[in-house]
């Protein structure tokens, strides 16, 4: 048997599916293990390439089998799709993960460590109590327009609600009362969790000095700065600026051709909750810009605010910030974002509105 270079793995909850290639990508072993054959069979194997698409469970099987001296590579389930041919089942998945692993040109995912993993976790829970709390204000503005008490949208209104449920003078049956008092209890219990959540955040904050730095970014706070330094690859993951924005789906999907360029709607791929925070970053900063300098007019910001959609500029905006935050990791050791002595390269104009930024300096990113 010729000696097995890669290996594909395709992962599942209880029977995995190997796939086997020699250098010349010729199949030499398929095979199926249970779930506890696993670390046995790839402990017994040679030193190889065993590749993997980056889904639930990956991040652990990879430092699992790469403590046994392999080497592991993540590869995104997008660019192992072209791969499968014809039929989809186990066995074509794992011989495409292993195709596609032999490709000179394919991107890898870097495994985790369970302290990244534990670190991003509070983003993930986080992000699940705001939904469960928007459920719960959207149940209880439900049940009381049946009653014909119409309250405005929107989190911040929710104290109305229970002011209108808590009034005994607001003609409610005291059954719906009693009924409804249960979702206050829960909403209750949700914002005092997203509190503790929001106390954490902060702290590590504080304690991170890339978060430190990040926050000195007008629009980027604990949150979005913790975010950042948790969730985000090394920056030496990508060659610039423009790498990373576009990783983070700021940047328009092409569909050109003839030597024609075409340009639509942002790609909306990589880490959506970073992206999600970056342009909520820079709506906070469109809003309050009658304080930011780097919104005033005469200002690129101040005039595509005067020319442009606003979520247009928002996106374009985030996008700068997502180039400037790059910087700053991967080469602003020691600096902040406007101190005088930094002089750090990064995007200037933004892809989002002429689809090729070109490079600035970090002083007068948003200037």
């Avoid at 040679?46 to 590869?75: D, F, S």
């Avoid at 985790?112 to 939904?131: D, P």
């Avoid at 948790?230 to 569909?255: C, I, M, N, S, Y």
Wanted: glycine share 10%; net charge positive.
């Amino acid at each position: 048997m010729s000696e097995i270079i890669t290996v594909g793995l395709d992962l599942a909850k209880n029977v995995f599916q190997v796939h086997g290639a020699d250098a010349a990508g010729g199949a030499v072993l398929r095979k199926k293990l249970r779930r506890t054959q696993v670390l046995g069979f790839f402990e017994a194997l040679p030193p190889c390439v065993v590749a993997m698409e980056a889904c639930g469970g990956a991040h652990y099987w990879g430092r699992e089998i790469g403590k046994l001296g392999h080497e592991v590579r993540l590869i995104p389930p997008a660019y192992v799709k072209p791969f499968v041919k014809r039929q989809k089942n186990d066995a074509a998945d794992a011989e495409a993960i292993c195709e596609a692993a032999q490709r000179p040109t394919m991107r890898f995912v870097s495994v985790k460590s369970e302290e990244t993993q534990g670190a991003a976790m509070v983003f993930r829970v986080r992000e699940l109590l705001i939904r469960q709390r928007t459920q719960a204000i959207n149940a209880l503005r439900g049940h009381l327009a049946e009653f014909g008490q119409v309250v405005p949208q929107g989190a911040a209104n929710a104290s109305k609600l229970i002011a209108i449920v808590e009034d005994p003078e607001s003609g409610l049956p005291a059954e719906a009362t009693a009924t409804l008092q249960v979702l206050i209890g829960s909403l209750a219990h949700l914002e005092a969790q997203i509190g503790r959540l929001d106390a954490e955040i902060s702290r590590c904050a504080k304690e991170n000095e890339v978060a430190r730095r990040l926050m000195t970014v007008p629009g980027i706070g604990p949150l979005i700065a913790t975010a950042i330094a948790t969730l985000a690859p090394p920056p030496e993951t990508f060659r610039k600026a423009r790498d990373f924005a576009a990783w983070l789906g700021l940047v328009p999907r092409q569909h050109s051709t003839g030597g024609k360029q075409r340009l639509g709607a942002t790609t909306k791929m990589g880490e959506r909750s970073l992206r999600r925070l970056l342009i909520i970053g820079a709506n906070s900063v469109i809003i309050k810009r009658h304080v930011h300098r780097e919104a005033q007019p005469g200002t690129w910001l101040g005039n595509m605010l005067s020319r442009k959609p606003s979520m247009l500029v928002r996106v374009a905006l985030a996008n700068k910030m997502a180039r400037i935050v790059w910087a700053l990791m991967a080469r602003g050791v020691g600096k902040t974002w406007g101190s005088g002595s930094c002089s750090l390269v990064c995007a200037g104009q933004s892809s989002v509105e002429n689809g090729g930024p070109h490079d600035g300096n970090v002083m007068g990113a948003f200037g």
